[in-house]
C-alpha cells in the first residue's frame, strides 16, 4: 500500500482539493478517527460531523459519516453549514465522543481540511492527535451492522449560548451600529442574526456561500480586510467585526477604517473581564502575542502565563486550572467559562459589549489602552523562502543569541533572548526611549516546520518603528541567499 499524504496537525489535517485532499485520503483520516474513538473513547456515544462553505464540504462530510457509521460509531451530521465553535459546543452538550469539522479555516479557497473535536469541546491534546494519527496505517474493521446517522441543528443552541453570554438590552441601548464580515464563511448570519433579533444597527457584508472566495484568503488580516476598511467608514458603523473562514477567529476595524489587530481586540476584551466583569481565572497568552497583556494583568494582580504557538496550549492549560481567557496572534481568543475553544463570533459580542459598558467606539477604546499602557504597535511578514535559506537564517540567529550585549541586530543592540517558539529577540531603541512607559522592542523569527515559510513577528513602540525593524529583519534573512 502507497504511503498516505494525511497527517495530523495541531486540530487535523489539511490539504489542497482534488490534489491530496481526495475522497480517498479523507476515508483515511476517518478511519484514523474512527479507530481512536473505538479504542479510546465512548464509541456509543457517537461523533457529531459538521461543514463550512468550501468546496465539497458537505460532500466530504458525508465520506467521514459513512466510514465512521461503517465502523459502527453513530453520527450526528449537521443540517447546515455551522461554525466550528458551535461544532465544539454541541459536542461537549451532546456529551459525544468527538467532533470532525470539515473546514480549512483560513487556508486559499484550493484548500480544505479535518479538524477533531474532542469531548470537552475542543481541540484534540498533542496526545489525542498523536493518537489518531498512530491510527493511520491501521485497518478499520467494519461493524456488522452499520450505525445509524441522524441529521440534527448544530446552530440554535450554540446561538442561544452566546447570546446569553453577552448584554445585548445594553448593546442595543448604546446606540452603536456595526459592520458585520462573515468573509464568505461560516459564520454568516450568526451574529447577524443575534443582532436583528436584539434591534442593534448593522450591516453584513460578503455572507453569501462563495466557495471561491473571490479576491481574498478567508482570514482576517490585510489585505483580506480592504472591503471593511472601506464599508465601515461609508457605512459610518462604530465598529467592524470580522470573522474568518470557520468563524472561530477574529479581526476587527476601527470606525475609522484602521485595523484592530487581534492583540488589541484580546488587551480590550481581557481590561473588561478584569475591570467590570471581575471573574476569577489566571491569563494565558502565546509566545508571539503581545505584553501589553503583561502590563494589563500586573495592574489588576493576575497570573499570566506565557506558551508556545497555538491554540492547544491555550486548551491545555483551561482543561488542568482555572483559566480566565486565553489567546494566540491569528485571532483565536477562547473564553473558559464559555469553551475552552477560540470562537469569533462570541469574541465579536463581547467587543460590542465593551463598547456599550465604556460609551466608547472601539478606536477610542484601543487608544484609551495605548494611552494608558504604553503605545504597542505590531507587525508581521510571512517570508515564503526556500529550505536552505530558512534554515541559514535559523543557524545566525541562533549564532546571534549566544552573543547577546555584544551583538546588535539591525543596529539595535540585542538585550536577551528567549526561545520557547522560535528566537525572540529584544532590542534596545533609542526611538522608544523618549516616549513615557514604551513598549518594549522585540523581533522573533519561527521557521514552520512543515512548510518552506519563515515567520518574522515584531512589536515596538510606534508603526514605524515596526516597520524599520521588520525590513531590517527581511534584510537580515535574505543575506543568506548564496552564502
Known amino acids: 500500500?502507497?504511503?498516505?499524504?494525511?497527517?495530523?496537525?495541531?486540530?487535523?489535517?489539511?490539504?489542497?482539493?482534488?490534489?491530496?485532499?481526495?475522497?480517498?485520503?479523507?476515508?483515511?483520516?476517518?478511519?484514523?478517527?474512527?479507530?481512536?474513538?473505538?479504542?479510546?473513547?465512548?464509541?456509543?456515544?457517537?461523533?457529531?460531523?459538521?461543514?463550512?462553505?468550501?468546496?465539497?464540504?458537505?460532500?466530504?462530510?458525508?465520506?467521514?459519516?459513512?466510514?465512521?457509521?461503517?465502523?459502527?460509531?453513530?453520527?450526528?451530521?449537521?443540517?447546515?453549514?455551522t461554525p466550528t465553535p458551535a461544532l465544539s459546543y454541541v459536542v461537549r452538550e451532546r456529551k459525544a465522543a468527538g467532533g470532525v469539522m470539515i473546514t480549512s479555516s483560513h487556508n486559499p479557497a484550493e484548500w480544505n481540511g479535518v479538524k477533531y473535536k474532542a469531548?470537552?469541546?475542543g481541540s484534540g491534546k498533542p496526545s489525542i492527535m498523536s493518537a489518531i494519527e498512530s491510527y493511520l496505517d491501521k485497518p478499520l474493521v467494519k461493524a456488522a451492522k452499520p450505525a445509524s446517522i441522524e441529521t440534527a441543528d448544530f446552530n440554535t443552541d450554540y446561538v442561544a449560548a452566546i447570546?446569553?453570554?453577552?448584554?445585548?438590552?445594553?448593546?442595543?441601548?448604546?446606540?452603536?451600529?456595526?459592520?458585520?464580515?462573515?468573509?464568505?464563511?461560516?459564520?454568516?448570519?450568526?451574529?447577524?442574526?443575534i443582532f436583528s433579533r436584539a434591534g442593534v444597527p448593522f450591516v453584513e457584508i460578503r455572507n453569501e456561500i462563495n466557495p471561491a472566495f473571490p479576491g481574498i484568503n478567508p482570514e482576517p488580516i490585510l489585505p483580506h480586510i480592504r472591503e471593511s476598511q472601506i464599508v465601515v467608514v461609508a457605512e459610518k458603523c462604530d465598529a467592524g467585526l470580522i470573522t474568518d473562514g470557520d468563524a472561530d477567529r477574529i479581526g476587527a476595524v476601527d470606525e475609522h477604517?484602521?485595523?484592530?489587530?487581534?492583540?488589541?481586540i484580546f488587551a480590550v476584551i481581557l481590561k473588561w473581564l478584569l475591570e467590570r466583569k471581575k471573574w476569577p481565572g489566571d491569563v494565558t497568552r502565546a509566545f508571539n502575542t503581545t505584553k501589553m497583556l503583561d502590563r494589563i494583568c500586573a495592574k489588576y494582580g493576575r497570573r499570566l502565563h506565557e506558551h508556545g504557538i497555538g491554540f492547544k496550549y491555550v486548551c491545555d492549560l483551561m482543561l488542568e486550572q482555572e483559566i480566565l481567557i486565553g489567546g494566540e496572534e491569528s485571532g483565536g481568543i477562547?473564553?473558559?467559562?464559555?469553551?475552552?475553544?477560540?470562537?469569533?463570533?462570541?469574541?465579536?459580542?463581547?467587543?460590542?459589549?465593551?463598547?456599550?459598558?465604556?460609551?466608547?467606539?472601539?478606536?477610542q477604546l484601543v487608544a484609551a489602552l495605548q494611552e494608558?499602557?504604553?503605545?504597542?504597535?505590531?507587525?508581521?511578514?510571512?517570508?515564503?523562502?526556500?529550505?536552505?535559506?530558512?534554515?541559514?537564517?535559523?543557524?545566525?540567529?541562533?549564532?546571534?543569541?549566544?552573543?547577546?550585549?555584544?551583538?546588535?541586530?539591525a543596529g539595535l543592540k540585542v538585550l536577551r533572548v528567549e526561545t520557547l517558539d522560535g528566537i525572540k529577540f529584544f532590542l534596545e531603541n533609542?526611538?522608544?526611549?523618549?516616549?513615557?512607559?514604551?513598549?518594549?522592542t522585540w523581533l522573533l523569527l519561527?521557521?514552520?516546520?512543515?512548510?518552506?515559510?519563515?515567520?518574522?513577528?515584531?512589536?515596538?513602540?510606534?508603526?514605524?518603528s515596526v516597520e524599520q525593524v521588520l525590513a531590517a529583519a527581511k534584510t537580515f534573512v535574505l543575506q543568506g541567499r548564496g552564502a
Open 446 to 464: 519561527r521557521a514552520s516546520g512543515t512548510e518552506p515559510l519563515l515567520r518574522v513577528y515584531c512589536e515596538s513602540c510606534s508603526v514605524e
Open 163 to 193: 447570546a446569553r453570554f453577552v448584554d445585548l438590552d445594553a448593546i442595543r441601548s448604546s446606540g452603536y451600529k456595526f459592520l458585520i464580515d462573515c468573509m464568505y464563511g461560516a459564520g454568516r448570519g450568526v451574529v447577524a442574526g
Open 334 to 363: 477562547g473564553i473558559s467559562r464559555h469553551l475552552p475553544e477560540r470562537d469569533g463570533m462570541l469574541n465579536s459580542l463581547l467587543l460590542a459589549n465593551v463598547m456599550a459598558d465604556e460609551k466608547k467606539t472601539l478606536g
Open 119 to 121: 469531548s470537552y469541546g
Open 1 to 81: 500500500m502507497a504511503e498516505t499524504v494525511v497527517k495530523f496537525g495541531t486540530d487535523g489535517w489539511r490539504g489542497i482539493i482534488a490534489d491530496d485532499f481526495t475522497y480517498a485520503n479523507v476515508r483515511v483520516a476517518a478511519a484514523a478517527i474512527a479507530n481512536y474513538v473505538l479504542a479510546k473513547e465512548d464509541a456509543g456515544a457517537g461523533v457529531c460531523i459538521a461543514y463550512d462553505t468550501r468546496f465539497g464540504s458537505h460532500s466530504f462530510a458525508k465520506v467521514v459519516a459513512e466510514v465512521l457509521v461503517g465502523a459502527g460509531i453513530p453520527v450526528a451530521m449537521a443540517a447546515d453549514i
Open 372 to 409: 494608558e499602557f504604553g503605545e504597542h504597535q505590531y507587525g508581521r511578514i510571512d517570508m515564503h523562502i526556500d529550505e536552505e535559506l530558512k534554515q541559514s537564517a535559523i543557524a545566525r540567529a541562533k549564532a546571534l543569541k549566544d552573543s547577546v550585549g555584544a551583538a546588535d541586530f
Open 430 to 440: 533609542p526611538d522608544c526611549a523618549g516616549k513615557p512607559n514604551a513598549a518594549e
Open 257 to 264: 477604517g484602521n485595523v484592530v489587530d487581534a492583540h488589541k
